[in-house]
């Protein structure tokens, strides 16, 4: 196992468009967590699922962007009709329930919205 | 609302200096504080937390109730300490991390 894995790494997009991320987390891991990082910025809590369930979601997640996990494995994030502020880091963590806190993050999917 | 404040975005000493990074949090209630760090071009990682009270690569960090602190220190900087380090919290109900915006540390030679 060699951590999170996150993909793709960058995604360039027009806006208007739609675009997903995957992530992989620690086999073992029940919890996925999605984060987004802006310049300047640490990481903004998006949501976050406990297996298959997503038990937390931000005010921030508009009803553009979803995020799901179906088997409780690897999880996606869409975001519908790209706006030029969705442009950020997403980054993905995953824990062991009863460990909030200890996350393991991935490299991040860095997405630029033209 | 609960909130990590860390007042310095950049911070720089010379290798041997002491390191104090600062870090205030918001919150009424007993708080699990943690921090971590990003190298250049490395994923973001737990570097410590408070309950574990431990020193990790001589940086230890003491979470003072009273001024709602959870200050990241060390006595002697190193080069290889150069680095993004984010004071996070976690608290009540929810079972997200809040993180501050980060205070780049760098330790000139």
């Known amino acids: 196992d060699t951590g999170v894995s996150q993909n793709p790494r960058h995604k360039i997009t027009k806006r208007g468009q739609n675009v997903t991320f995957r992530c992989d987390p620690i086999?073992?891991?029940?919890?996925l967590y999605w984060y987004r990082q802006t310049l300047g910025q640490g990481p903004e809590f998006l949501t976050y699922f406990q297996n298959e369930a997503q038990l937390e979601k931000s005010r921030l997640l508009s009803d553009r962007f979803s995020a799901e996990r179906p088997k409780g494995s690897f999880s996606t994030l869409e975001i519908q009709r790209t706006e030029q502020g969705d442009s950020a880091m997403y980054l993905c963590?995953?824990?062991?329930?009863?460990?909030?806190?200890?996350?393991?993050f991935g490299e991040g999917s860095r997405l630029t919205v033209l | 609302a609960q909130r990590v404040t860390q007042p310095e975005k950049l911070l720089s000493v010379f290798k041997g200096a002491p390191v104090e990074l600062k870090c205030n949090y918001s919150?009424?209630?007993?708080?699990?504080l943690f921090w971590y760090v990003q190298y250049s071009r490395q994923r973001l990682q737990l570097l410590l937390r408070h309950i574990s009270r431990e020193s990790i690569k001589g940086f230890t960090a003491d979470l003072n109730k009273g001024e709602t602190s959870f200050h990241l220190k060390k006595p002697f900087a190193q080069e290889e300490d150069s680095a993004m380090y984010y004071c996070?919290?976690?608290?009540?109900?929810?079972?997200?991390?809040?993180f501050g915006t980060g205070t780049l540390l760098a330790v000139q030679p």
């Open positions: 996070a919290f976690h608290g009540g109900a929810t079972n997200k991390l809040i």
């Open positions: 086999s073992e891991h029940n919890r």
């Open positions: 963590a995953s824990s062991l329930a009863g460990k909030t806190g200890e996350l393991f």
């Open positions: 919150y009424s209630g007993s708080p699990e």
